[in-house]
């Protein structure tokens, strides 16, 4: 099913399932997330952080198959804008879209501050730029940002390249650092006399199930982002089957690295009270790791490696934010200039909007709540991910409505039903638990207020701009009424 083609607003076919694999792992960024975000996990479970993972995994599978289904069923560049508006209706879409544009714009602030932080580390340590200001981080993360944008304006092949390339090296560095710390465990040479132990994927004595599925939260915002892939729907050369493969793709990837890297790291800190300690406090789990089994140097190269994974995610979530912008302002005003795309067939005007909201929200956190690179690196990463699930959740409510309840892959074996419900229950679990208890400290109190804000100031536009729903309703209706291609089964 493919979006309605107008001249000068239509995007090149110029990508193939490998590279839209690229954008979906560049912006699940699991070389930055495999450094920084099991330390949450394991201050809530302890040394079972692998088996948290794993099951977080098992909850992204239940997610992917929700996008890979609607991905059969529509190819457009507005990915969670369309299926929803689609099945839900023009405000649930408006919603969806708008929610989803959002994540994506403060996860490019998440990102670039990433950036920011390991590339000023990086310049520290090769003596470049010694004795920085506060303010370096920032510096080095609004470069980066600037660079997102000049790749995200040239055609998205070049971008997704980078995307891939930048992300696969330093994955493979990571898994290089992994090999030898699971070869010297095993061997029974680790420093600190760890050892290979399954120890990681049970939970300590007295651990809750309520508490190890509180760890499953943690480690689902480690996926966030796996379904990038599915803004492509326009620019891929078989966008029907090879977007729904790049998505589960990314997701089985993610699954097995996360666990597999996450294990080792686990049992290299050694999973008893001391070195969960000390697990959980790390600055950057593979660094660490890197520096106490092979050499300080390779420290050096993560943290490099670190800053390159940032860019590339940040990158990844320029484009992802610029094609929803564009997709949405194409169908609701064809002639505005954030509706049709530039000289490389891209679009351009989006990005440039994208780019300086991103960049204006981080001088206002620096200017006026003193904030601190890790600041607005902390902060939209809370922000953007309770944006994200309510995205999800009403994807997958579309989802559910567009299989069983319009019939309109009667392909699908009904059974199949089990799996969106059950990926419901997961958000649903995820949001309480995000939200409640509610945070009494500053500034967690606000992420949910922020989050909740971005959600309720959309749908009141949805409804209150004058004629909104009714143009979104008609270029969806004229999508949805085009003859489908169904593909799966």
């Known amino acids: 099913m493919t979006a309605p083609v107008r001249e000068g607003t239509s995007l090149r076919r110029s990508l193939s399932v490998w590279q839209a694999v690229g954008l979906s792992v560049a912006l699940m960024a699991p070389s930055m997330a495999a450094n920084i975000n099991p330390q949450g996990t394991a201050q809530t479970v302890g040394r079972a ?13 239940l997610i992917a198959y929700v996008f890979v289904r609607l991905c059969q069923y529509y190819r457009h560049a507005g990915s969670v804008y369309v299926f929803t508006g689609a099945t839900l209706g023009a405000h649930a879409g408006g919603i969806a879209g708008l ?132 803004t492509l729907g326009e620019e891929t050369h078989d966008p029907q ?39 959980a406090h790390s600055p950057a789990l593979v660094g660490d790791l890197g520096t106490s089994y092979i050499g300080s140097w390779v420290g050096d190269l993560i943290t490099l490696g670190a800053c390159v994974s940032a860019f590339a995610c940040c990158l990844a979530c320029v484009v992802g934010a610029s094609r929803l912008l564009f997709a949405i302002t194409r169908d609701l005003a064809p002639a505005h200039a954030l509706g049709r795309t530039g000289t490389n067939a891209t679009p351009a005007a989006a990005a440039v909007v994208v780019c300086g909201t991103v960049f204006a929200m981080g001088v206002i956190c620096a200017v006026f709540f003193d904030a601190e690179p890790f600041d607005t690196f902390f902060w939209s990463g809370a922000i953007g991910t309770l944006i994200l699930l309510v995205a999800y959740l009403l994807a997958t409510a579309g989802c559910i409505k567009l299989i069983w309840i319009d019939k309109k892959m009667p392909q699908v074996p009904t059974w199949e039903i089990v799996v969106p419900i059950a990926a419901v229950v997961v958000i649903v679990y995820t949001l309480y638990r995000n939200v409640l208890p509610y945070p009494d400290v500053n500034p967690n109190q606000w992420f949910p207020v922020v989050a909740g804000g971005w959600v309720l100031v959309v749908a009141v536009v949805t409804v ?25 089964g």
Do not use: C, H
């Open 49 to 61: 952080t692998p088996l948290a993972f794993f099951l977080a995994a098992v909850a992204v599978l």
């Open 99 to 230: 929610s989803l544009m959002g994540t994506y714009i403060f996860y490019a602030l998440v990102t670039s501050s990433a950036a920011g932080i390991f590339g000023a580390s990086f310049l520290d340590i090769i003596g470049v730029w010694n004795d920085q200001p506060a303010w370096a981080g920032f510096l080095v993360g609004f470069i980066a940002l600037a660079l997102a944008l000049v790749l995200a304006i040239v055609p998205a092949k070049r971008a997704a390249e980078v995307l891939l390339s930048a992300e696969g090296i330093t994955v493979a560095l990571i898994v290089v650092v992994s090999l030898v710390v699971l070869v010297r465990l095993v061997a029974g040479n680790a420093p600190d006399d760890a050892t290979f132990t399954m120890k990681v994927f049970s939970v300590e004595p007295g651990t809750s199930t309520s508490t190890l599925f509180l760890g499953i939260v943690f480690g689902l915002l480690s996926f966030a982002g796996f379904e990038a892939a599915s």
């Open 241 to 279: 089957r090879d977007i729904p493969r790049a998505i589960l793709w990314t997701a089985i990837f993610g699954g097995v690295y996360f666990t597999v890297v996450t294990a080792i790291e686990m049992m290299g800190f050694k999973p008893t009270a001391a070195g969960v300690d000390k697990f």
């Open 464 to 488: 209150a701009v004058p004629g909104f729903a009714q143009r979104l309703a008609g270029a969806l209706r004229e999508l949805d009424e085009s003859e489908p291609e169904v593909l799966g």
